[in-house]
């Protein structure tokens, strides 16, 4: 009756045989060391995909050395004598990655800093998990979408849907600096004008902008593209596919600067803006480096997307920014290539496709560290 | 990590115990083209569904692999998309096999374009110069001024090998060219984008505007009669004709039955009449 009780528990404890508290002992360290197991295996993991991949990829440089595979563009694998040229797929790798940057970082910092610090509570509960969905949707969907909808959609609209786009990332954007501006440069008047002052510089602001993207627009307006399935296409969906790793990172990160530092800000007089701009930002910015970081990591790997979207060429374009060509990535390639690539008749042919997987696994490996160090070395200037 | 692909069914012992009389065993080994493959293994899965006493594994190593095969006796089938050599069949000829040819199927690939494409003809020099990069504007063969949007196969399939082979001679496609990964996706971006040509085996065209090469329409008749030049006979070879009433002459017979004629043009190739 009395072992019931709650109370009575530890004195019943203290009562155990030394057997038992043996039993106990061991016990504990069997679930110790099982953890310990598990979490280990993760970290195995790594390292046995880091040796597999290496091992298959060797084999290609003592068979064609560095210089063709790092300076070459002329990618050829199976004619005969086959080329293995990869400078043209870095390149595609890169431009793409580059474009989903320009798409998703400006959007999706502007989103997290609407998110955090400009919608109210309520808002902000729904247009979250909204933004978080598109996290779920499978990539081949959006794959899908990019080869069936976009790809004939910019080549029959072209240019109107090239001004679209234009509008769509520029005028919230064109809008944010306007309202922050007009703040900043009405901030030097003297006190009485200093309202009209605003409204006045924001309107004039305003306007520039919306003639300056009215221009861009009708430019691009005028552009025919041959070929939907291009870098454009790509890098649209890859950084819709990196904006909610971008937003709910940064958002976290803006979250975390925390309500003390804001009150503080507005105590010494500081509008919204400058508050968000140079107190609010400047707190969080390793987290939202290195929510860029992710969102570079997401784009630089997905496969299916780029090898539906992107056209597959293996060209650097010229101009070589020129986003309306198609290009074609190392994940893609990787992708496309594996089926028959026997390791039994075109053994370099085979193990080229691993020195990409090393050197595409070398890139996130670096971009981790990359982030880890930002992180660590603001945490030490704030601590 | 081996990429071959192995169709193997083995029979369940009950099952052959059960009507051991009428029940044929047997063995056959298929090595060589990746063309030929999905005609082989259709065959084999058709064969053994029938037949579950009967075991046969198909490897796709290349049409070389398929010769090299039959001359070492390591396969009882080699199937080639290109006829052996005579280098190969002298090799064969030393060794002591004595090879016997098979066309079990023809291989035709069309040359799509946009429906709205004027351009209805074009020579294989002409394909060749679109491939390589030299033509780059529709223009330049009497169409609109478009630039051309080059799209291939991914290298890995069996159409693109048979294009290179037979278009391509050994010169190189434009960095331009775009690679899809199926028939279908060639479909799909060629029925959707103004300037585009692809190519396509013969049962993929539906929806798109196929073009004349050297003034032949691709038809089943006209890659038989070989007059359209972007086709080729399929291969399988024995060492010597397979004797009357085994298992591996039945099999080899499958591309004369009905049967095997319709596997043939699921698989997307023309069947010998």
Not at chain 1, 296 to 323: C, H, K, L, Y
Request: hydrophobic share 45%; charged share 15%; aromatic share 8%.
């Amino acid at each position: 009756m009395n072992a019931d009780v709650p109370g009575n528990r530890p004195q019943h404890g203290l009562q155990l045989s030394k057997r038992a508290r043996r039993l106990r002992r061991l016990g504990s360290l069997a679930g110790q060391g099982f953890l310990l197991l598990i979490t280990s295996l993760s970290s195995l993991a790594v390292l046995f995909i880091f040796i597999f991949i290496a091992k298959d990829a060797i084999p290609f440089f003592t068979l064609r050395g560095f210089a063709e595979f790092f300076t070459s563009t002329r990618w050829y694998p199976s004619s005969q004598p086959p080329e293995f040229g990869v400078l043209s797929i870095f390149f595609g790798s890169g431009i793409v990655t580059l474009g989903a940057i320009i798409v998703s970082v400006p959007l999706g910092i502007s989103a997290a800093v609407c998110l955090s610090d400009v919608l109210p509570f309520h808002l902000r509960q729904m247009v979250k998990p909204v933004i978080e969905m598109l996290a779920a949707i499978p990539s081949v969907a959006y794959g899908f979408f990019a080869l069936v909808v976009l790809a004939p959609m910019m080549q029959e609209k072209g240019g109107s849907v090239l001004a679209v786009l234009a509008w769509c990332i520029g005028a919230p954007a064109a809008v944010l600096v306007v309202l922050v501006l007009s703040e900043v440069l009405s901030g030097g008047m003297p006190v009485r004008f200093r309202g009209a002052g605003r409204y006045g510089v924001g309107a004039a602001l305003l306007g520039l902008a919306g003639w300056g993207l009215w221009r861009a627009s009708a430019f691009l307006n005028a552009i025919v593209i041959p070929s939907g399935t291009n870098a454009l296409n790509a890098s649209v969906i890859l950084g819709i596919m990196a904006l909610p790793t971008v937003v709910s990172v940064s958002e976290d990160a803006l979250q975390a600067a925390g309500r003390d530092l804001r009150m503080a800000s507005y105590a010494l007089g500081a509008t919204r803006a400058e508050t968000i701009l140079r107190v609010v930002i400047p707190a969080a910015i390793s987290g939202i480096t290195s929510a860029v970081i992710l969102g570079i990591m997401r784009a630089i790997g997905e496969t299916m997307v780029v090898w539906m979207a992107s056209g597959n060429a293996a060209q650097i374009p010229t101009p070589w920014f020129d986003f309306l060509q198609p290009v074609r990535t190392l994940t893609a390639t990787i992708a496309g290539d594996m089926g028959e690539a026997d390791h039994v008749t075109g053994s370099a042919r085979y193990h080229v496709l691993f020195a990409m997987a090393l050197c595409l696994l070398a890139f996130s490996f670096a971009c981790n560290l990359a982030s880890e160090m930002v992180v660590r070395r603001t945490k030490r200037r704030a601590g | 990590m081996k990429v071959k692909r192995w169709i193997t069914v083995c029979a369940l012992a009950a099952a052959m115990a059960m009507n051991a009389g009428a029940e044929k065993k047997g063995n056959i080994v298929m090595d060589g083209s990746t063309t030929v493959g999905p005609i082989a293994k259709a065959f084999a899965e058709y064969y053994m569904g029938k037949y579950p006493g009967v075991n046969i594994s198909v490897s796709e190593s290349g049409s070389g692999n398929g010769a090299k095969s039959i001359i070492n006796g390591t396969a009882d089938i080699g199937n080639m998309s290109c006829a052996m050599k005579d280098s190969e069949l002298e090799a064969a000829k030393s060794k002591g096999v004595k090879v016997m040819e098979h066309i079990v199927a023809m291989d035709g690939i069309a040359i799509v374009v946009h429906p709205g494409n004027p351009v209805a003809a074009l020579t294989v020099e002409q394909l060749r110069k679109i491939y390589t990069g030299e033509i780059g504007n529709w223009s330049q063969l009497g169409g609109p001024n478009k630039p051309v949007v080059v799209i291939s196969r991914d290298t890995n399939s069996g159409t693109y090998e048979t294009f290179e082979t037979l278009v391509m001679h050994s010169e190189r496609m434009t960095d331009k060219t775009e690679y899809v990964g199926s028939n279908g996706a060639i479909r799909q971006r060629v029925m959707t984008t103004d300037g585009a040509i692809g190519y396509v085996g013969l049962a993929f065209t539906h929806g798109l505007k196929v073009v004349d090469i050297d003034g032949v329409t691709p038809t089943p008749e006209s890659v038989l009669d070989k007059s359209y030049p972007i086709g080729r006979p399929l291969y399988m070879y024995t060492n010597g004709e397979p004797a009357e009433g085994t298992v591996l002459a039945e099999f080899l017979g499958l591309y004369k039955t009905s049967d095997g004629k319709k596997i043939i043009e699921e698989q997307g190739f023309i069947p010998m009449p």
